[in-house]
């Protein structure tokens, strides 16, 4: 399978999976947040407590990184709306790429189910959060991670 190709809300490529950057240098583990819709009213409401969830990761060295099936343009407006300091990655196309991946591809809808997914630098998934349709608890990926203590 090739790998999946993303571009940030600037329309920079990233490597897959997306874990290396300027933000987290060195970092071995990453929340990958999938947002089945960037510009949607419950994806806006998780979207508000990612500056503040990234701030208190970052201090157990664990970085974050969101991704959409929007374009890139659609996830710069929302970054600069919110003034988010995480990367947004684009999995507009091949739509869904990212999603499908990892097996999270509503092939219905053409959007990632609402999860994330904490994986190693290698790309393997260590936890995963299920969300119900009305969105994720922010809290809850340091929560898993304090369970791991």
């Known amino acids: 399978m090739t790998a999946p190709a993303l571009r940030d809300q600037f329309?920079?490529?990233?490597q897959f999976p997306p874990i290396e950057g300027?933000?987290?240098p060195g970092y071995d583990r990453t929340w990958l947040i999938f947002i089945p819709g960037a510009y949607t009213p419950?994806?806006?409401s998780e979207l508000e407590h990612v500056n503040e969830l990234a701030g208190q990761l970052a201090v157990q060295q664990v970085g974050v990184r969101l991704i959409a099936p929007d374009a890139a343009p659609v996830l710069r407006m929302?970054?600069?709306?919110?003034?988010?300091?995480v990367p947004f990655l684009s999995?507009?196309?091949?739509?869904?790429a990212a999603a499908d991946h990892f097996g999270i591809l509503d092939k219905t809808t053409g959007r990632p189910q609402r999860?994330?997914?904490l994986i190693s630098r290698?790309?393997?998934?260590?936890?995963?959060?299920?969300?119900?349709?009305?969105?994720?608890?922010?809290?809850d990926h340091l929560s898993v991670l304090q369970s791991k203590k």
């Open 91 to 96: 999995d507009f196309w091949p739509h869904g």
């Open 11 to 14: 329309g920079q490529a990233w």
């Open 78 to 85: 929302v970054t600069d709306q919110l003034d988010l300091q």
């Open 42 to 44: 419950i994806c806006m």
């Open 115 to 117: 999860v994330s997914l």
């Open 122 to 139: 290698s790309g393997e998934v260590l936890e995963h959060i299920s969300a119900t349709a009305a969105g994720r608890n922010m809290s």
């Open 22 to 24: 300027i933000d987290q």
